[in-house]
């Protein structure tokens, strides 16, 4: 299978494991609101919603990067305001780049960062015009870097990132990500 067939296959397998998602989403969040349920019933249902939502995110970036290999990636550059692509940043620089695909890629940094992390809990904030995750530990560090492949989120959001002409290294403690300005 040639990269295009392959893409397209991956392409396909996002669009196709969508509906399935939506109705697990959709009841989770139907039996959120069901009252009689325990602490420890309330706790797995929140569980599945939140699996539900990682699992969304990660068949976005999926999509994106297929469409990247595919050569179909059409990216809609504009100006965006990087607290509006990383959660809890302030900040009122902006950066030329495509909002959805660089926020998918962002979030899906900062899963990796807090699955291989722990104990330390990252975050995104803002250094001159550089987003930086941090604290990372060495295994987070080495996973965000792509030394380590084992984490699919990871591995796709440098991919993307790198299609939407940012560049990623780490900077002691944590990874730093700088959009074209």
Do not use: N
Not at 30 to 41: A, E, F, H, Y
Not at 82 to 93: C, F, Y
Not at 137 to 152: F, M, N, P, Y
């Amino acid at each position: 299978m040639d990269e295009a067939a392959f893409a397209r296959l991956v392409s396909l397998a996002c669009h196709d494991l969508r509906t399935p998602l939506a109705t697990i989403v959709g009841f989770a969040r139907t039996l959120t609101r069901t009252t009689g349920l325990d602490d420890q019933q309330q706790r797995w249902i929140g569980l599945i919603d939140e699996a539900a939502v990682e699992l969304d995110g990660l068949i976005d970036l999926l999509s994106i990067a297929a469409r990247v290999e595919g050569g179909r990636f059409s990216p809609e550059r504009g100006a965006v305001g990087v607290a509006d692509l990383a959660p809890g940043v302030e900040s009122d620089v902006a950066v030329i780049t495509d909002r959805t695909a660089a926020s998918i890629a962002l979030a899906a940094l900062l899963r990796a960062a807090e699955r291989h992390g722990k104990p330390q809990t990252p975050m995104w904030r803002m250094r001159d015009a550089q987003l930086l995750l941090g604290p990372l530990t060495a295994q987070a560090a080495a996973v965000l870097s792509g030394s380590e492949e084992r984490d699919l989120g990871a591995l796709v959001a440098r991919r993307v990132l790198d299609a939407l002409d940012a560049t990623i290294s780490i900077d002691g403690e944590d990874l730093a990500v700088a959009f074209p300005r």
